[in-house]
């Protein structure tokens, strides 16, 4: 298709229009918030720079259309998803060692904390959609589905296919919103079905696209945890800096090793001791992104006992090494 037939969302939204790069980079940072810091992966390119956007309370959308090859960065402590969409041309995109090319069948899904690298392909005008979503929005519906709060962030996998059904039902509600951003009727400028738009987005986010917390929600809701599964998240919360073993989770929770082991897989979908280790190695890279101590440092101080297995296993679950983390800071 002809780009030029696309229809640009959020076309009553102008933000800036320039052959100035830089008014790009800081409208971006303006428009979500200071959720996030933009550099270029290159030198500054001259062209079009465009960037139509709309901002509430616990989301933004952005169209940007620009050839500038960029680098996006979350800022600590504003815990954000993002959501990045083509809408014409394609995108070739990177996160923490994971590639995609963004197009209008493959959105790229970016967790809390993590860098994202943007090249927009050559040979075309590209435009494309990223949406910014509050963390606590997707803790929110993620309880409302499971019947508990994740006991650590949820981490989506990156590239989201939207051309099978389940990634097709989240590009439509997307589709929805910007109809309703663009709708001149005042009824749908109001927060309250913006909101009730983006949780409907989030809900199909979450049971379209694997993430971290994916076993929880075969089953569908659940009541609150038993007294034994909660005296036993808390032992974890209150000595996640000591050595546990799972006969000290049992004797916490006064059962036995049997029995809180079959609590966590039914519950929290994984062991004791696998949600132990999510829950360190979270906190540890909270840690490196907020201070420069030298990781060694830090691992030690959140109960590692071996950096050779604790490499190994941030790599797993953060899908880069902790040195890279400690690159961004």
Request: hydrophobic letters at 40%; proline letters at 6%; a positive charge.
């Amino acid at each position: 298709m002809d780009p030029t037939t696309v229809p640009t969302p959020l076309r009553n939204h102008l933000i800036t229009r320039s052959h100035n790069p830089a008014d790009l980079l800081n409208a971006a940072t303006r428009l979500f918030g200071g959720a996030i810091t933009t550099s270029p992966l290159d030198e500054l390119c001259g062209g079009d720079h465009e960037l139509r956007g709309v901002a509430a309370h616990d989301f933004a959308v952005g169209c940007f259309a620009s050839p500038l090859d960029v680098r996006v960065a979350s800022t600590e402590g504003r815990g954000s998803y993002f959501v990045n969409i083509g809408v014409s041309g394609a995108i070739s995109a990177s996160c923490g060692g994971r590639r995609a090319t963004l197009d209008a069948a493959t959105a790229g899904v970016v967790n809390p904390g993590d860098t994202q690298e943007l090249r927009p392909l050559r040979g075309g005008r590209t435009r494309f959609l990223g949406l910014r979503i509050d963390a606590a929005l997707v803790d929110q519906e993620f309880t409302a589905l499971t019947g508990h709060p994740p006991v650590s962030t949820v981490r989506f996998d990156f590239a989201l296919d939207l051309a099978e059904p389940k990634g097709r039902a989240v590009r439509l509600l997307v589709r929805s919103l910007l109809e309703q951003l663009d709708c001149g009727d005042p009824l749908f400028q109001r927060p309250e079905l913006q909101r009730s738009q983006l949780r409907c987005i989030v809900t199909a986010l979450l049971l379209a696209q694997p993430h971290s917390h994916t076993g929880e929600l075969r089953d569908g809701p659940r009541p609150g945890h038993p007294r034994s599964l909660r005296a036993a998240l808390a032992f974890v919360e209150a000595n996640l800096t000591e050595r546990i073993g799972l006969g000290d989770i049992a004797h916490a929770a006064h059962c036995s090793p049997r029995t809180i082991s079959s609590a966590f897989r039914d519950r929290l979908g994984l062991s004791p001791m696998a949600y132990v280790r999510n829950l360190r190695l979270d906190r540890i890279r909270a840690d490196i992104l907020a201070s420069t101590d030298p990781i060694g440092a830090i691992a030690y101080r959140w109960g590692v006992a071996h950096l050779g297995r604790f490499a190994a296993e941030y790599r797993d679950r953060f899908a880069e090494l902790p040195s890279d983390t400690a690159a961004r800071r």
